[in-house]
């Protein structure tokens, strides 16, 4: 899942940040942005905090709510991009790093997502990714951990707001080789990522004005790094399932021009425990069925299988979106994408599609 | 009838209703170029503190804490708060600019016109949204390029507040509309590259949709510390309006003058119409028109006048507003808005209400005819069938003039209101109409020693006994030059006494041989003062810092100047008005704007929003003499300041040459001897060259006072001439039974001639009195009641003499213009024209 | 008050007189007519017959297509503009329906004002003037102004003007025209008694019979002259 999440951060950043900045390397002043590298145990809850010398990291938190007894899809997000600022800019305003955050909730009696979006400059606690453990701040905005492990979701404006509790029921989900996460043929082109399934929610809802409690479950995705895509990456596919056994399935793929797989990977976790992690080999995304968006004329394969490969056989996971128009267009700051509520048997999720709107330059 | 009327008398008509449309057009047109100005001015502030809701603005350009950022920010009812740093800065070719220091994130949420185009404003704008973070760009608003040459892509190097740093520009900002020269980079740059760590000019707030306003600006207010301050849209709006009130109300109230003096003329011309058509009053009378029906004809026939004029005169004003702001800009040469030519914005209920006005007075001059007409007694008038009333032979009173004349002085004793000297205005016109009613009786008092001159010729002996006779007849004519000379009289001594004093204040304010200057953001350390000092040209120095500090939110700025030399105090060579005492406290001169603007007098306390916690306690020790600053200027011991505020910098020199110093040399000398950073910024002047420039903006800002004068002048004199010709018509019977009785035709002209010499000469002498008298309330009341300063009286003798001679001149002419016809042979026969 | 010596020659001689209006019509034509001194002659005719234009032309006040006319012997065609004015102060008195008095000058200004002109000593002409205010009945008014006076006495004012300065000739504009017919024979009766005098002849354009029954000539205009009334 570098995916989506780095367009969108990239993106956040206006793509300068990461990319064009690449000559900023050498100039007096110039950040140096840290490796991710094979062989580093993540440790909690240090690990939940901020990871500021890496280029771009974010908490991705994607779920289902009931609400008066109709289901309801959300996510928060937020993100940390480290700038080339200039590091030697002494001004409690250089903007070495920058906090970017999104929501949006899909409520199939609307048919379309609902959404809102902050971006500031890190600075003076209106706008902060707290390192040591999970605090993210974003002037009204907040995704923090208690001292109790539940983590604290607030965001909205005036259309929406979420105001959440979500509550941890399993220990964190290392991806790849102990939370090392290939994303490319390199080794460098790669993250750090871990995942929280099987969140449980209680909380409340507020839409113009009227505030319903809501309860339902949720999943987060933390993860940084500091490399690019592959040079042939035109967008991903991304899917995190809660399982209704109590097991968890993530599944990625990076895909070229053609739509082929330029890396694919992800995780099976049983209701035991055990976890498969897949590779490049072992991921396939099989579309069943495209949906062209009115506005953008993008065109999304918004129903798919996706097969693994496990120890134990290939299994198919068929994936329904909850209602098929969960575009996300959060232009001007970030990218237009397809991030979406989807169920299949046996599970509940988020599937995330992007590069579909337009092929996206990296 | 009326019709009729105003065909058989057209050149009077046409005057009357071209005074009116003067009179309006001069008025709307001073009203428009001052509206459009200020909207100009209005939407170049709103440009650049973007359109936010509310503005937090440092009370010196030293800014204040950034501290404040986070805490305005989280204020219940703020939505975003986008922090600013405000500098003046200049490019390597020295063209002035704004520079604004922004976080283009929160910017763009406050105030969306200044992000660069495109950064976070749409799609596909990737080369504009390297602008944002980039701390080497820069974006410059039209004006700013324009005026630089420069071109997006082009490196640019900045200076202000001491530092430079090279931006690349990497666009433009479409949204700061106008000829505001602007440029925007990153906050952080802004700090870092020019001194500014830690410190913000602005806050710039959005407030939450639907919040109660008001309770936010508490809450924000109360959050301030002394060195920022609350502005709001309005406040601005009221601080850009006080900026150029008084000047805009008193070229409004000249425009005013006008107007009255075209309310004489249509007095004037209604008085003649109605004088000649007394025998066809009387008809209509004992054909059954009731005595309320002529006083309604002539008043309708006044409000057609009127409405003729004022329609003309919105049309006129149109015109020459358009005409003004290309010529003179938006501030008609007052000096108050800088650069630029702001299209006209035309507001349609000021125009109705200066039509309105138009034709009242219209209506308001025909009154006193009208009343006249009422009471013409239908037999008497029938049969005289004279065309020229019969006065009384009695002494005409003048009661109501003096009683007007002393509610005038009464008038003038009165209070600013709202900082407009109403009451001063009020006196000038209770002032003009008293004398005007005056007239006749002054006319026979100045008439009477004549009469009993030995046997003069049979011409002037008829003249002198026709006005002495006939003094209101003389009124009459009179009565609008009376009105223009008188104000133009007492503008004319208001300034040239104003222009004599400024004159004495430059000698009194200037007394060292060379003054330095440099750029803002320019500041010489103590390093450098010294080199300066060290320099064998100079016999001293004495070294400034000036800054503005905003002492009232809606008050514009006082100007702050730490000075003086340790051997000598800071009060040392000021022009004191009054008493000065030595305080306890620490010491500040503050100049009479202040005083009378800020309630202040010596030994009065005061806090001052510098040095530590922003609250320097200050005792006020005397009050000078300022014609430089209306609102206001302070001066306090420049190392009291330094100890105050740890600012050693100065960006100011006043230097006395050591004896035989030329001072072109002396100059040179200091420049080599100024860090080279800072030399090309530098600017030295001689005492005599400021006080050219400073008297020329003088004459300057005057020209179109004068221009307005010489207006009313003209259309008094248009009013002359009509009134003359149109008495003469109807003094044909009278000239032809003197030319049966044996007046040669040359005899008739030599009695006009003397007549009219004669009746200038009287209003000469009634303008030039009733000018001084106007004058001393311009220079005692509204003078110091709209701009806070004194000054003393001085008369412009050769401008008065100039001023007789061609009044006199002027109406002997038009009398004799008028008479040519007739005195012609086919007039004569009028002895026995019938009516 | 006694007769000065008759002049010698007539105070009005006119010969072969002819004069068209603007427009080309014809007046009159071979107008003549002699007048003796202290004669008192009344003209009637219609309306717009020529009778202002005819005392215009004697006055000098406008010249006529061809003819002659001598005041005292003067032939006037030979003086210019200045010097006809010079004898309209000198030698005519003027008297007009619209009495004319200048309204800013007292009573006795206004009769003294031919003296005044004349460039009379100011209390000699004062004098004179008082001393005809007298004779016309408003003795001790002099220093009154016209807007005190009844239309009546704005006429005697007049005569006394048109008699000040002793003229050889008077020329009286339907001098009654403006006053009710008590007032107006009163009038005529003043005037030719201050005429008879004085010993001027008078010309007198009137449409009254009453004042022309008062004239020791009269005569109608017609466009072939001036012919005896009546026939």
């Not at chain 1, 500021?52 to 009931?66: A, H, I, M």
């Not at chain 1, 290939?182 to 790669?190: E, I, L, S, T």
Request: proline content about 7%; hydrophobic content about 45%; overall charge neutral.
């Amino acid at each position: 899942m570098i995916h989506r999440r780095i367009f969108a951060g990239l993106l956040a950043a206006n793509l300068i940040l990461l990319a064009g900045r690449s000559q900023a390397q050498d100039r007096a002043g110039a950040p140096v942005f840290a490796p991710v590298r094979p062989g580093r145990p993540l440790s909690f809850p240090a690990n939940h905090g901020a990871h500021p010398d890496f280029r771009t990291e974010w908490w991705y938190v994607t779920g289902w709510l009931q609400a008066q007894g109709q289901p309801i899809g959300f996510q928060i997000t937020f993100f940390r991009i480290r700038t080339g600022a200039d590091t030697r800019n002494p001004s409690a305003f250089a903007p070495t790093q920058v906090i970017f955050a999104h929501a949006a909730i899909s409520d199939p009696a609307v048919g379309r997502l609902i959404h809102a979006q902050r971006i500031a400059r890190a600075g003076f606690g209106l706008a902060q990714a707290k390192v040591g453990d999970m605090d993210l701040v974003l002037d009204d905005w907040r995704l923090r951990r208690a001292p109790d492990g539940t983590l604290k979701a607030r965001a909205g404006d005036q259309a929406f707001a979420l105001d959440l509790s979500l509550a941890p029921t399993q220990p964190p989900l290392l991806q790849g080789q102990q939370g090392y996460s290939r994303k490319g043929p390199r080794p460098d082109q790669a993250s750090y990522y871990y995942s929280l399934p099987h969140l449980k929610v209680s909380g409340a809802l507020t839409r113009e004005g009227r505030r319903i409690a809501v309860t339902g479950e949720a999943w987060m995705d933390q993860e940084w790094s500091s490399t690019l895509l592959d040079a042939r990456a035109v967008g991903w596919d991304w899917a995190g399932i809660n399982l209704d056994d109590g097991g968890a399935l993530t599944a990625f793929q990076v895909r070229d021009e053609q739509g082929q797989a330029v890396w694919a990977g992800g995780s099976l976790r049983g209701a035991d425990g055990r976890t498969t992690i897949f590779g490049p080999g072992d991921v396939r995304f099989v579309t069943r069925r495209h949906w062209r968006s009115p506005r953008t004329g993008a065109r999304y394969p918004i129903a798919r299988d996706i097969q693994v490969r496990t120890p134990g056989g290939p299994r198919v996971w068929r994936l329904e979106p909850l209602f098929d128009d969960q575009e996300l267009d959060s232009r001007p700051v970030g990218p237009v994408y397809w991030e979406g509520a989807v169920r299949t048997d046996g599970g509940r999720g988020y599937l995330e599609l992007t590069g579909y709107d337009a092929p996206l330059a990296l | 009838m009326v019709l009729g009327e105003w065909r058989a008398q057209p050149g009077r008509t046409l005057a009357a209703i071209l005074a009116i449309a003067v009179g309006v057009g001069l008025g709307l047109a001073i009203h428009l170029v001052n509206r459009s100005a200020l909207d100009e001015f209005a939407g170049a502030i709103r440009s650049v503190s973007g359109a936010a809701d509310l503005q937090v603005q440092a009370a010196s350009p030293l800014g204040f804490d950034e501290g404040l950022y986070p805490v305005l920010a989280r204020l219940d009812g703020v939505a975003t708060a986008s922090p600013v740093v405000e500098l003046r800065a200049r490019t390597a070719s020295g063209e002035p600019l704004t520079l604004l220091g922004l976080a283009p994130l929160r910017a763009a949420a406050v105030t969306p016109n200044l992000v660069g185009g495109g950064a976070v404003s749409g799609d596909g704008g990737v080369t504009t949204a390297e602008a944002v973070f980039d701390l080497d760009a820069i974006t410059l608003s039209p004006a700013a390029l324009q005026q630089s040459g420069l071109r997006v892509g082009d490196q640019v190097r900045l200076s202000a507040a001491g530092q430079s740093a090279s931006f690349r520009i990497v666009g433009n900002l479409d949204g700061v509309s106008g000829d505001r020269a602007l440029g925007v980079i990153d906050i952080a740059a802004a700090q870092w590259r020019f001194d500014q760590l830690g410190r913000l000019q602005r806050l710039d707030l959005r407030l939450s949709p639907g919040v109660d306003r008001t309770a936010v600006e508490r809450a924000v207010q109360a959050a301030l510390p002394a060195e920022a301050a609350l502005v709001t849209p309005q406040s601005e709006m009221r601080r850009t309006e006080s900026l150029s009130r008084a000047y805009r109300v008193n070229l409004q109230m000249l425009a005013l003058v006008a107007l009255l003096t075209g309310g004489f003329l249509v007095y004037s011309a209604q008085s003649l119409s109605v004088t000649r058509r007394r025998p066809q009053f009387a008809l209509l009378r004992v054909l059954g028109l009731p005595a309320r029906g002529m006083l309604g004809q002539v008043l309708i026939e006044g409000v057609v006048l009127g409405l003729a004029g004022a329609a003309l005169g919105v049309a006129l004003g149109v015109a020459l507003a358009e005409l003004a702001l290309r010529l003179l800009g938006g501030d008609l040469g007052g000096g108050y808005f800088r650069g630029g030519r702001p299209p006209l914005v035309f507001t349609p209920v000021a125009a109705a209400i200066i039509f309105g006005l138009g034709v009242a007075i219209a209506v308001l001059g025909s009154l006193f005819p009208a009343l006249q007409a009422e009471r013409i007694p239908a037999a008497v008038a029938l049969k005289t069938g004279s065309g020229e009333s019969a006065e009384t032979a009695g002494q005409p009173l003048p009661w109501i003039s003096l009683g007007l004349l002393a509610a005038g002085g009464l008038a003038a004793l009165g209070p600013p209101v709202g900082g407009v000297p109403l009451f001063g205005y009020g006196a000038i016109a209770l002032i003009l109409a008293g004398g005007v009613g005056a007239m006749p009786w002054l006319a026979r008092g100045l008439l009477g020693p004549l009469r009993r001159l030995r046997a003069p010729a049979p011409p002037v002996a008829l003249a002198i006994a026709r006005l002495w006779g006939a003094p209101r007849q003389a009124a009459v004519a009179l009565c609008g030059i009376v009105a223009s000379t008188s104000l133009m009289v007492a503008m004319a001594v208001m300034v040239t006494s104003f222009r004599g004093s400024v004159e004495d204040w430059l000698i009194q304010i200037l007394p060292a041989d060379i003054y330095m200057r440099l750029d803002p953001g320019l500041t010489l350390d103590s390093e450098a003062q010294a080199r300066l000092a060290a320099a064998p040209e100079a016999a001293a120095i004495e070294f400034r810092q000036s800054f503005n500090l905003r002492l009232r939110p809606d008050r514009p700025p006082v100007q702050v100047s730490a000075r003086g030399q340790a051997s000598t105090g800071a009060g040392e060579g000021l022009p004191l008005v009054g008493r000065q005492i030595r305080p306890e406290g620490l010491p500040v001169w503050i100049s009479e704007p202040m005083a009378r603007l800020y309630d202040l007098s010596p030994g009065d306390p005061l806090a001052l929003p510098i040095g530590p916690g922003a609250q320097a306690q200050v005792t006020v020790a005397g009050v000078w003499r300022d014609y430089s600053n209306q609102f206001g200027a302070l001066i306090l011991d420049q190392a009291a300041y330094t100890a105050l505020t740890d600012d050693a910098g100065r960006a100011e020199a006043a230097i006395t040459l050591a004896p035989g110093v030329e001072p072109e040399e002396a100059i040179e000398a200091f420049r080599v001897r100024l860090p080279p950073s800072i030399a090309p910024g530098a600017d030295f002047a001689e005492p005599r060259e400021i006080r050219a420039v400073a008297l020329r903006i003088f004459d300057r800002s005057f020209a179109v006072t004068y221009a307005l004068e010489a207006i009313s002048i003209l259309v008094g004199l248009a009013g002359v001439a009509t009134t003359f010709s149109a008495q003469t018509l109807a003094r044909r019977k009278e000239f032809g039974m003197l030319r049966h009785v044996g007046v040669r035709r040359g005899q008739i002209m030599q009695m006009l001639a003397t007549e009219g010499a004669l009746l200038g000469a009287v209003g000469a002498l009634a303008g030039l009195t009733l000018g001084v008298i106007m004058s001393q309330v311009l220079i005692h009341v509204v003078n110091p009641q709209s701009f806070n300063w004194t000054m003393e009286t001085r008369l412009p003798w050769p401008l008065l003499a100039t001023l007789a001679v061609v009044l006199v001149a002027t109406s002997a002419g038009a009398a004799v213009l008028a008479g040519r016809g007739a005195v012609a042979d086919s007039a004569v026969c009028a002895v026995r024209e019938d009516w | 008050m006694p007769a000065g010596p008759p002049p010698l020659a007539p105070p009005l001689k006119i010969v072969d007189l002819a004069k068209s209006v603007p427009g080309g019509r014809l007046l009159f034509s071979n107008l003549a007519l002699d007048m003796a001194p202290g004669e008192i002659v009344a003209i009637m005719g219609e309306s717009g017959v020529g009778k202002s234009t005819l005392l215009n032309l004697v006055a000098g006040l406008d010249r006529a297509d061809a003819g002659r006319i001598e005041i005292d012997g003067v032939d006037l065609s030979s003086l210019d503009d200045d010097a006809r004015t010079g004898l309209r102060r000198d030698r005519i008195g003027f008297v007009f329906q619209a009495f004319h008095i200048l309204p800013h000058l007292t009573l006795a200004q206004n009769v003294a004002l031919p003296l005044i002109l004349a460039r009379r000593p100011e209390a000699e002409a004062l004098k004179a003037a008082a001393t005809m205010l007298d004779q016309v009945g408003l003795g001790g008014r002099g220093q009154d102004f016209p807007a005190q006076v009844s239309g009546g006495e704005m006429q005697r004012i007049a005569l006394a003007r048109a008699l000040v300065h002793r003229p050889a000739l008077v020329l009286a504009d339907e001098p009654t025209g403006n006053l009710d017919p008590q007032t107006a024979d009163v009038i005529l009766a003043l005037l030719c008694d201050q005429l008879r005098g004085s010993g001027a002849a008078a010309v007198i354009v009137t449409h009254s019979e009453r004042a022309a029954a008062a004239a020791d000539r009269v005569l109608t205009l017609t466009a072939h002259g001036l012919v005896a009334h009546g026939r």
